[in-house]
């Protein structure tokens, strides 16, 4: 099914609105008892996350990186732009957020060498953390599938060309340049699954192409009815 650009920053959008969700849920899990430490005379002191300097500095600047990727979210208007600078933004607040449990976890509390057990706080900063990934490498992995602008049509020739003579055909494309991208998805191409557009000589993966001649009936970059 085609998806308008509007739809995919829309979605990336409310991801980004989860990633952000998550990591203020993440922050408040500083409050929260993260080890207790149980000394000789059977009395505990909890440790909350907020007091491991370290943690509070990750799981702040971790929630603050994916606010930063729901603003970018928000002002991104290019799909590919959004989906790169959104995604990443997101990925690295979420790594923030994971490494801030994990210090603490394997690195202060060892030091400390003292008696204890790990606490629900903890347990919440890396399950909030893990979930912050989710929607991050969602935005990362989300194919696109949506037209380049048209560039070589005339605009008076857009509009109403059903004449069956001016169809175009799709030709298996015998010479593929190395890193050639699909029209339709950007993905690399492979020469053996590669066609072209007659007309525009737009290459594009058979599957891809198939798909939206089927669902369009015309080329996606130079708009011609395409003959099957
Ligand atoms: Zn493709
Ligand atoms: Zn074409």
């Not at 980004?16 to 990591?23: E, K, Q």
């Not at 500095?57 to 979210?73: E, P, R």
């Not at 890396?126 to 696109?144: D, K, R």
């Not at 605009?155 to 015998?174: D, F, M, N, W």
Request: aromatic residues 6%; glycine residues 6%; negative net charge.
């Amino acid at each position: 099914m085609e998806v308008s650009s509007q739809a995919v920053l829309g979605r990336f959008f409310k991801l980004a609105l989860i990633v952000a969700g998550i990591g203020a849920v993440h922050i408040l899990t500083l409050l929260m008892s993260w080890y207790t430490v149980i000394s000789d005379t059977m009395s505990t002191t909890p440790i909350q996350g907020y007091i491991i300097t370290e943690s509070l500095f990750m799981s702040i600047a971790g929630g603050i990186v994916c606010g930063i990727a729901l603003l970018l979210s928000s002002t991104s208007s290019n799909i590919m732009t959004a989906k790169w600078l959104v995604g990443a933004t997101a990925l690295v607040g979420a790594l923030l957020a994971i490494a801030s449990p994990a210090y603490a976890h394997f690195v202060v509390i060892p030091a400390l060498q003292v008696k204890g057990h790990l606490e629900i706080g903890m347990f919440m900063s890396y399950l909030s953390a893990i979930a912050m990934f989710v929607p991050a490498v969602t935005i990362i992995t989300t194919p696109i599938r949506i037209e380049v602008l048209p560039h070589t049509v005339p605009p008076s020739l857009e509009t109403s060309v059903p004449a069956v003579e001016e169809a175009v055909e799709l030709l298996h494309a015998t010479d593929v340049p190395p890193g050639a991208i699909c029209g339709i998805c950007y993905q690399e191409l492979d020469p053996e699954t590669t066609v072209m557009c007659s007309n525009c000589q737009t290459l594009f993966h058979k599957g891809c192409i198939d798909i939206w001649v089927k669902l369009n009936g015309i080329c996606p970059s130079c708009k011609k009815p395409v003959i099957r």
